[in-house]
């Protein structure tokens, strides 16, 4: 799903015109055109990766120094009160747009997702806490 049948290869490319706010060698940054807050905008790479699996690490490293950068930048810019950066993987997990990309989304003290930015939680006994914590263990 990559090239002609991928949307953000085509905005990324500048094929389709975007409302660009920031772009580089191997970024454009663009505003969410069905937007969850006054400027909310995604960070997209230039190549095609799927998700953040496909994701090479050094990309994964300049797709975070730049979302840090342009949060800084739109926190400025729009006074926000506070700032989300999220990255959805997966169907399950929200993801609609089959290209990486990482949402900066702006927020505001009374804004329109006070209510729904919220996760549920899951009882876990310390058993499956322990058990679940042993699984996940990873060396450093
Ligand atoms: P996901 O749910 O995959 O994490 O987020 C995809 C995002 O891309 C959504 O917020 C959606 O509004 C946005 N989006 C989808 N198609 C386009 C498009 O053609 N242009 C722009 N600017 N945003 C898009
Ligand atoms: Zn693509």
């Given at each position: 799903?990559?090239?002609?049948?991928?949307?953000?290869c085509?905005?990324?490319?500048?094929?389709?015109?975007?409302?660009?706010?920031?772009?580089?060698?191997?970024?454009?940054?663009?505003?969410?055109?069905?937007?969850?807050?006054?400027?909310?905008?995604?960070?997209?790479?230039?190549?095609?990766?799927?998700d953040?699996?496909?994701?090479?690490?050094?990309?994964?490293?300049?797709?975070?120094?730049?979302a840090?950068?342009?949060?800084?930048?739109?926190?400025?810019?729009?006074?926000?009160?506070?700032?989300?950066?999220?990255?959805?993987?997966?169907?399950?997990?929200?993801?609609?747009?089959?290209?990486?990309?990482?949402?900066?989304?702006?927020?505001?003290?009374?804004?329109?997702?006070?209510?729904?930015?919220?996760?549920?939680?899951?009882?876990?006994?310390?058993?499956?806490?322990?058990?679940?914590?042993?699984?996940?263990?990873?060396?450093?």
């Amino acid at each position: 799903m990559e090239g002609q049948d991928c949307i953000f290869c085509k905005i990324a490319a500048g094929d389709i015109p975007s409302k660009t706010i920031y772009e580089d060698e191997d970024f454009r940054v663009i505003l969410d055109i069905n937007p969850a807050e006054k400027g909310h905008a995604l960070i997209i790479p230039k190549k095609h990766y799927a998700d953040i699996f496909e994701l090479p690490e050094d990309i994964a490293a300049s797709a975070m120094v730049l979302a840090k950068k342009l949060a800084t930048h739109i926190s400025g810019v729009l006074g926000c009160d506070g700032f989300n950066i999220i990255q959805n993987n997966g169907e399950v997990a929200g993801q609609t747009v089959f290209h990486f990309h990482i949402h900066l989304l702006p927020r505001h003290k009374g804004d329109s997702n006070q209510d729904t930015m919220c996760w549920n939680h899951v009882e876990l006994s310390p058993e499956e806490l322990e058990g679940i914590c042993q699984s996940l263990r990873l060396q450093g």
